[in-house]
């Protein structure tokens, strides 16, 4: 039995190639020097893989800022607009990436979207009526000698047809299909291409054929594939799925002339059922996605061993395989210095990942498997109970009733009340939270944690902080303010910090998009609130304003969805204790003075299921109710805003309702307004705040820009129950952009205000 892997991260251990790109995004190091950093990942990366023991070695996986970008550029879908710019290839990816305002032109980026059921967001690519779709690029064939170089003949990975037509968005008449052709003859030259090179084996990544398919896509995929396979002459091609099964084109797939399938068996619910049914074609291999290749909980050979056992009723031909790249759990547990090894034994980062593989191989490629050393020292491992059980908080989740999940009186009644007490303006004005952190707030928060400033000091620096913000927010003339969340690294450790049961990282940094990454924490044992989260920051920032201080929490769901999750207990349970957690932080700054509080939900779309026949019972049935958990216990005159980071929930708006918040602010700004129009449809109760300006860009709108942006949206939503707000927190932006941006907001809402009363 061999091994594979279906992609590695490409940040580099320590962040390297984030850094690298940052700096030259502020024009401090040249492309050369970027494009070396890179190299050295890379070639990191080939040298430990090829170590490891590992049989089919991926290249192409590497990416400046993300895959299905560069498989735009390399099927030549760069829309005018970057072309015109006239900048370097370099320069026109990374204007495509992150918009591009200065002496060559102001464009603005790719829209951005959740990849799948990940936190990790790929650029969406955009094919209009004039896109001629062929092969421009050499990046796959680029990587592909760098590593041969080294000594390695690496399996080429890129993104396959199908799910590259399915991902783009058509902005004209033309639709995915119109452009099949020109797509197949774009990946059969470069399958030659490659077989030229001498490859062996390309792999083509299709994770979406486990979405719903219907038969139009079925017949479209089949067809992709029929038209590039005939012509592969030599190469081997994989067509690598992840992220669930195939159960809608399982015959498809298994009928076309591919060498290798691979299947996910962790997320797959019905992976196994498929081959059950379906039985395995003889000549083919079965790359079988046993490692889980989201989750940092070591594999338990036992189970992986069962699953390999029933796949050998149906195939002899397996190589095991992780269940989906790599690129979503973070590089290695060596930077872990500080994690003592009782943590560190239940844990398997990419690196280490590549060891469980090879000590698979070696478990499966011996007479006896359970006799290994190896698989012996894995059950030993999870024979012994991990601790972190808190029966109180069992206790408390087994005794929640219906009526705990109900807010009273209702938002009608409730809506009133509130109109009363803040008396808001028109439009009124605020942000979704954070203020950029600028490399003070970092400098000063990394010395806080290495000792070198007391907790005195630091905390005398946040309140200076706050107090900036506060100052600045009024002089911008804004309506409800914020603190600025200054004391946060991020949204989600931050709260994982002041709570028991989580356990934290020190270098477990995953890519989010582009050069920004996160680091989640771990959902180790029962969850409850430790401290006080927010409450002193609030309540201080409140004591600094007439103004309305807006509270700042995050969601259960965002914080289990950007957490790796326990896999020993159900996620519906782990939620639960997670929103009694923040429910009583919500009703500590209620009872310290704090009347409007935002929880914010931003990934609570990301997990939901990919098929729609799975919403609700293996989702929106616990995460909604979540929510609602956090919010039930507040006071009628307590105002609770949520935020959510996208704008795609036509499909799930009632549930959104349903979570019966008083506001809801979300991205708009990127996509067109089309989710208003759904909005209107469905009688959304909720006000709203779509977001009128991009932050993911350093681009600034213009006050007419956002006019223009305002108008739209008063066609299609009730004005008092308008909010306006950028479309995300400001923490990644510089104070060069975020002053004006605001300014033009609150001036563009002040003109529409004049209009409108
Ligand atoms: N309150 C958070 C912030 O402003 C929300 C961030 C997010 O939605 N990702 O940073
Ligand atoms: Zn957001």
Same mark, same amino acid.
């Given at each position: 039995?061999? *091994? ?25 190091? *040249? ?7 890179? !190299? ?58 992150? +918009? ?25 690519? @955009? ?35 199908? %799910? ?101 068996? %962790? ?21 079988? +996605?046993?490692?889980?290749? !989201? ?189 600025? @969340? ?6 989600? @450790?931050?709260?994982?910090?002041? $709570?028991?049961?989580?356990?934290? %990282? ?38 600094? %304003? ?129 989710? $208003? ?56 932006? +510089?104070?060069?952009? *975020? ?19």
């Amino acid at each position: 039995m061999k *091994t594979s892997i279906i992609g590695y991260p490409r940040i580099g251990g320590l962040r390297e190639l984030k850094f690298a790109s940052e700096k030259y995004f502020r024009g401090e190091i *040249t492309s050369e020097v970027l494009e070396q950093t890179a !190299k050295e990942i890379r070639l990191y990366n080939l040298n430990l893989q090829k170590n490891s023991g590992l049989d089919y070695i991926p290249s192409n996986d590497f990416s400046f800022y993300d895959g299905i970008l560069d498989t735009a550029v390399l099927l030549n879908a760069v829309p005018e607009r970057y072309r015109q710019l006239g900048l370097s290839e370099l320069d026109t990816y990374f204007a495509m990436a992150r +918009g591009y305002q200065g002496d060559k032109g102001d464009v603005k980026a790719f829209a951005m979207k959740k990849w799948y059921n990940t936190n990790y967001h790929y650029m969406v690519p @955009e094919i209009d009526d004039t896109t001629e779709i062929r092969l421009v690029g050499a990046k796959p064939l680029d990587l592909f000698n760098e590593a041969l170089d080294s000594g390695v003949k690496t399996k080429p990975v890129i993104i396959g047809a199908y %799910t590259f037509l399915k991902l783009a968005r058509y902005t004209g008449i033309k639709k995915a299909s119109d452009f099949a052709d020109a797509a197949a003859a774009a990946y059969s030259e470069l399958l030659g291409k490659l077989g030229e090179l001498g490859a062996e084996w390309v792999q083509f990544d299709e994770p979406s054929l486990v979405k719903d398919m219907t038969d139009e896509d079925v017949k479209l995929f089949a067809e992709l594939y029929e038209k590039i396979l005939s012509h592969k002459s030599g190469v081997k091609v994989l067509i690598q799925t992840y992220f669930g099964d195939v159960r809608d084109c399982y015959t498809e797939l298994c009928g076309l002339d591919a060498d290798g399938i691979g299947l996910d068996f %962790t997320e797959g619910k019905k992976s196994l059922e498929l081959l059950k049914k379906n039985g395995f074609p003889a000549e083919k291999l079965l790359f079988a +996605g046993v490692v889980n290749g !989201k989750n940092i909980w070591r594999n338990n050979y036992s189970d992986t061993a069962f699953i390999i056992d029933e796949l050998k009723k149906y195939t002899d031909n397996i190589v095991l395989s992780t269940s989906c790249s790599l690129l979503h759990v973070p590089c290695t547990l060596k930077n872990e210095s500080k994690m003592s090894d009782s943590f560190k034994k239940y844990f398997a980062y990419a690196e280490e990942k590549l060891g469980e593989l090879s000590e698979l191989k070696v478990i499966f490629n011996s007479e006896n498997p359970v006799e290994t050393e190896e698989y012996k020292l894995n059950a030993e491992l999870h024979k012994v109970p991990r601790g972190g059980e808190n029966l109180s908080v069992q206790e408390k989740v087994s005794q929640l009733k219906e009526s705990d999940f109900v807010r009273l009186p209702v938002f009608e009644d409730r809506e009133k009340i509130q109109k009363n007490r803040f008396n808001l303006p028109l439009f009124p004005t605020t942000t979704i939270g954070s203020f950029p952190q600028t490399a003070d707030v970092r400098a000063k928060r990394s010395a806080f944690r290495k000792g070198e400033i007391s907790e005195v000091d630091y905390n005398e620096f946040i309140e200076e902080k706050i107090a900036d913000c506060v100052k600045l927010q009024e002089e911008i003339g804004l309506d409800v303010l914020v603190h600025g @969340e200054f004391e946060r690294n991020d949204m989600v @450790e931050y709260f994982g910090e002041c $709570l028991d049961g989580y356990i934290f %990282t020190e270098k477990a940094w995953v890519q989010s998009y582009g050069t920004r990454c996160v680091k989640p924490p771990v959902v180790w044992g029962d969850i409850s609130r430790a401290k006080p989260m927010t409450v002193k920051w609030s309540k201080y920032a409140q004591s600094l %304003t007439e103004k309305p201080m807006k509270g700042m929490l995050t969601g259960p769901v965002t914080i289990l969805n950007w957490s790796f999750p326990r896999e020993d207990i159900s996620l519906k349970e782990s939620a639960y204790q997670i929103a009694l957690a923040i429910r009583e932080e919500v009703l500590d700054l209620e009872a310290n003075g704090i009347g409007i509080i935002q929880v914010d939900e931003a990934a609570l779309r990301e997990k939901l299921p990919l098929r729609k026949s799975d919403w609700n019972e293996d989702y929106l049935d616990w995460a909604i109710p979540a929510f609602r958990l956090v919010h039930s216990g507040v006071k009628s005159e307590t105002q609770i805003h949520t935020h959510m980071c996208y704008s795609e929930f036509a499909d799930i708006i009632r549930d959104i309702d349903n979570m019966d918040a008083d506001v809801i602010t979300f991205e708009a700004s990127r996509s067109d307004l089309t989710i $208003l129009d759904v909005l209107k449809e469905n009688n959304f109760r909720t006000e709203v705040g779509p977001g009128v300006y991009d932050i993911h860009s350093p681009r600034i709108p213009s006050k007419e820009e956002i006019r223009s942006a305002l108008n739209k949206m008063l066609g299609r939503i009730p004005a008092e129950k308008l909010w306006v707000n950028p479309d995300c927190g400001l923490k990644t932006r +510089g104070n060069e952009e *975020t002053v004006p941006s605001l300014r033009n907001l609150v001036n563009a809402a002040a003109e529409a205000r004049n209009e409108n009363s």
